[in-house]
């Protein structure tokens, strides 16, 4: 190890990988620090990403694939299946796998990486952070550099102490909890999302099958809704009801936030990515794919900076974000606000008049139509999203 590197990135999660991946490959020195001993694990994610959204990272490997989805299944509250193909091909992803790749390609461009290294502080000189403390096996280090960049997820703490404001409104911060399950027998190109009070109100309720018969269950429901019924009460329910003989082979809950990019996400010397700047779709709750895009942005952007040898180019990095992804997310985050406020009934309405469509009309951009048929405040945002 070097005792001072160009770009330090905290976290070794899809944003902080893709981050250290181009900063390196930019020509700057790069040191990633993960807390956990495994890169990758514990796995906290539904794993479903679009093919065409990792392809333009990373050349996709049957190894990390578990299932190729080709259709939605959407179930509205009265039980009416709307089934859509997918226009493009989606992937459930083996992420424990998935993730080591990502270091791995980060690894070969010249980042260096340490696994049990706990960030606990950052150096500050000049109200500009340059470096980081960290635990590494019970013992305190500190080590110097030109630029942070936090990639440590939802709970992120390096942005608050970078001077960031992190804080979500709890209303926006949905609570997620899932479980991998066995004997689950679903359409395997199929992913299922169940919508309306029973399953998940305020949010919804997914299944993403994994082959032979094992499958992600999971849901996420906002904290209001939580602090009636908790997201695990839902979920048993659920299993109880439409799967009793599954087997739970793991379980994992963690915060999603369903909320738009932070209003700020560079201060002197530091950049967020991933979750850690919100750059999930707030939409749907994915943010592999945007933390992969941010992460990519962000570390490109910061060794442009260095090789310039003029920092103050790392705020490029949130300009470049907003056009590329941020303002679509935005938009996003209004429609949700819309949609998951859907009564059980309009839910009912919606997929029956979807049903009645011919197959070949059954699209997103048709289900996003009658959507907003009742609720004509969505209609310029849906329309800016599908039909532009
Ligand atoms: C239940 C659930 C289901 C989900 N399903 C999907 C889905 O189907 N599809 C999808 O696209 N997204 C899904 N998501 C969201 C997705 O998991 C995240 O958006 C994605 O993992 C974000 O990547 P990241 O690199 O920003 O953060 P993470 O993957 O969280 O990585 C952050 C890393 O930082 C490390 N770290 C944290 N603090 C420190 C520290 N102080 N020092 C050193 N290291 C630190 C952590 O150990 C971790 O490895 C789901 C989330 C949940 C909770």
């Known amino acids: 190890m070097k005792n ?21 490959e930019n020509g ?9 001993r495994d890169v990758g694990y514990p796995v906290r994610c539904g794993e479903a990403v679009s093919l065409a959204g990792i392809e333009e990272f990373v050349k996709p490997d049957p190894k990390w694939i578990s299932a190729e989805i080709t259709k939605f299944s959407f179930i509205s509250p009265d039980k009416t299946e709307v089934i859509i193909p997918f226009e493009g091909k989606g992937v459930i ?7 080591y790749e990502l270091a791995n390609l980060a690894s070969q461009k010249g980042t260096e990486i340490l696994t049990r290294a706990y960030v606990n502080g950052l150096l500050i000189e000049n109200n500009s952070v340059c470096g980081v403390k960290y635990d590494f096996r019970g013992k305190q280090f500190q080590i110097k550099s030109k630029i942070v960049i936090g990639a440590d997820g939802v709970e992120s703490r390096v942005g608050r102490w970078g001077g960031l404001k992190t804080h979500s409104d709890f209303r926006d911060m949905e609570s997620g909890i899932q479980i991998t399950a066995s004997n689950i027998n679903v359409d395997q190109n199929t992913c299922y999302f169940y919508w309306g009070s029973e399953y ?42 439409y799967f009793p ?12 936030p369903f909320t738009p990019t932070l209003e700020k996400i560079v201060n002197p010397g530091i950049m ?29 952007v910061a060794a442009h900076a260095i090789k310039n040898d003029d920092l103050h180019k790392i705020y490029d990095y949130e300009i470049l974000w907003r056009e590329r992804l941020g303002k679509r997310h935005e938009m996003f985050n209004r429609i949700k606000n819309g949609i998951y406020k859907f009564s059980d009934e309009k839910y009912d309405q919606i997929a029956h008049s979807l049903v009645e469509l011919p197959d070949e009309k059954r699209t997103l951009g048709n289900v996003a139509k009658k959507a907003v ?6 209609l310029i945002d849906v329309a800016k999203v599908f039909f532009k």
Not at 373 to 378: C, K, V, Y
């Open 4 to 24: 001072e590197y160009d770009v330090i990135v905290v976290g070794a999660g899809p944003a902080g990988s893709m981050a250290a991946k181009f900063a390196s």
């Open 28 to 36: 700057v020195s790069v040191l990633m620090l993960e807390k956990d």
């Open 93 to 99: 992803l083996e992420r424990k796998i998935f993730d």
């Open 200 to 241: 998940a109100p305020q949010g919804y309720l997914w299944i993403f099958p994994k082959g032979n018969g094992l499958a992600n269950i999971g849901l996420a429901i906002t904290g209001d809704i939580g602090k009636k019924k908790s997201a695990l009460s839902f979920l048993n329910d659920f299993m109880k009801n």
């Open 245 to 256: 003989n599954a087997s739970v082979l793991s379980s994992v809950a963690g915060g999603i």
């Open 272 to 300: 967020l990515v991933g979750d850690a700047a919100r750059q999930i779709n707030p939409l749907s709750g994915g943010g592999i794919v945007s933390g992969m895009i941010g992460g990519s942005i962000a570390g490109k």
């Open 373 to 378: 048929i009742n609720n004509p405040s969505l």
